[in-house]
Each structure stands twice: as structure tokens, then as C-alpha cells.
């Protein structure tokens, strides 16, 4: 992948025990030699999401951090905070999933954390591809973001984006060449109804998840029948 020289860093994984997260978390034990993961508290529809992240790093022998943002949910009401909020998609608007600000805030606290761990890596799973109109998910923000960190803080930070350009098929393949294919099926969680695997399929983060493993389950099947 380009990134072998890395081997001596340290890294700091954005993690939320969802299906892109997780697969961020494989790639960086792949490309660097320490690797520590922080997850988000502000107050999630599910905590669970909490405890599932924890239960991944655990497992996978990786430190995790909690950090308390609930401010966040006080600040930026949205679906994914609030129980009386729908989730709904409205064509030309964020959906109401939508946290505002939340990677800015997200990767700012992860840098903060990172340059005390000694580190200067960190490592979200964010995409422009499919980004559902959140604009903190772009690839120029998160350029942006970086040159601030390093002026911030002195630092030279780099902020790694392996999914950047991946639609989900493309993210279901990276997971089966970091060898994590069926541990990112089975153990992540990205259901807005909190039902870890495969989900409640039905809601639209299932529907996204499922389309894409599908393309890629398929593009492999066709290219192992081809030979
Ligand atoms: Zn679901």
C-alpha cells in the first residue's frame, strides 16, 4: 500500500465499531507498529456502539479510549443522538443522521490525544464516495483539517484516509485483502437499530451495507468463475 516505511510509528484509529472503522483499524495494525484506538461518547442513539468498539479492540489486543463528547449532542441534535428524531433521507440535504461538525470535532480531539500518545498518525474511516451530503466527510476538509492540526499544535501530523475513494464494495474488498472480511461482517456495527452483523436490514445504513458486500460478494464470485 505505499505506506510500509511507516512500520516504526504509532497511529491513532477514529473508531467506532462500525463496518468502516473496523476495516480502518485492520489497515493501520497492517501499516504501522503501534496502533491505539478513540471512541466517541456523545451520547449515541446506541450505546451499544460503545460497548461493540470496546469488545473489537479488545479482542484484537488494541488499547481504546473513550472520550466524553456529549457536548456534541447539546450543540447538534440529529437523528443518530435523539430517539424522537426520524431517520429520513431528503433529496439535496444532509440526512437526519447528520452531526454537524462532527469530524472536525472527531479529528481534532483524536490529534490532541494522538500528539500526547506520541503519535502523529491518525486514521479515519471517512469517504467522500458515498459521503450522504455531510460535508466534513470531503477529502479538501480533510487536507484542510491537517495543515490546521500541524499549525495548531506544532506537529506534523498526517491524517490517513484509506477509504476516501472507496464505494462500499471497494471497502468490503479492502477488508477481505486485510484478511478481516468475515471479523468485519460478524462483529461491527452500523444499524441505526443497533443489531451488530448483518443488521436489521432494513434501515439505511443496512441497505448501504448490504448493497455493497452483495457487489462485492458477486465481483469475486464472477472473477473466481473466470478463473
Ligand atoms: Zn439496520
Sequence with gaps: M?????????????????QDSTTCLFWALENFKEVETVTFNYNQRHSLEIEVA???????????????????????????????????EKDGEPP???????????????????KLAGARHIITGVCETDFSGYP?????????LNVTLNLSMDHQFV??????????????????????????RNKTL???????????????ACVLRKRGL????Q???DRVEKG
Design 219 to 221: 465481483e469475486k464470485n
Design 54 to 88: 470496546k469488545k473489537i479492540a479488545d479482542e484484537l489486543n488494541v488499547k481504546n479510549t473513550v472520550l466524553d463528547m456529549s457536548l456534541l449532542n447539546q450543540l447538534a441534535p440529529s437523528a443518530l443522538t435523539r430517539d424522537d428524531i426520524e431517520i429520513e
Design 190 to 204: 452500523t444499524c441505526y437499530n443497533g443489531i451488530i452483523a448483518d443488521g436489521c436490514g432494513e434501515c439505511p
Design 136 to 144: 466534513d466527510c470531503r477529502d479538501a476538509f480533510v487536507k484542510s
Design 2 to 18: 505505499g505506506y510500509r516505511m511507516l512500520k516504526n510509528e504509532k497511529a491513532i484509529v477514529v473508531f467506532s465499531g462500525g
Design 96 to 114: 437526519s443522521t447528520f452531526v454537524e461538525g462532527r469530524n472536525l470535532l472527531f479529528l481534532s480531539f483524536a490529534a490532541i490525544y494522538g
Design 159 to 184: 491524517l490517513h484516509t484509506p477509504l476516501m475513494w472507496l464505494d462500499k464494495a471497494d471497502t468490503w474488498k479492502l477488508a477481505d485483502e486485510l484478511g478481516a472480511l468475515d471479523f468485519v
Design 214 to 217: 452483495d457487489a462485492y460478494l
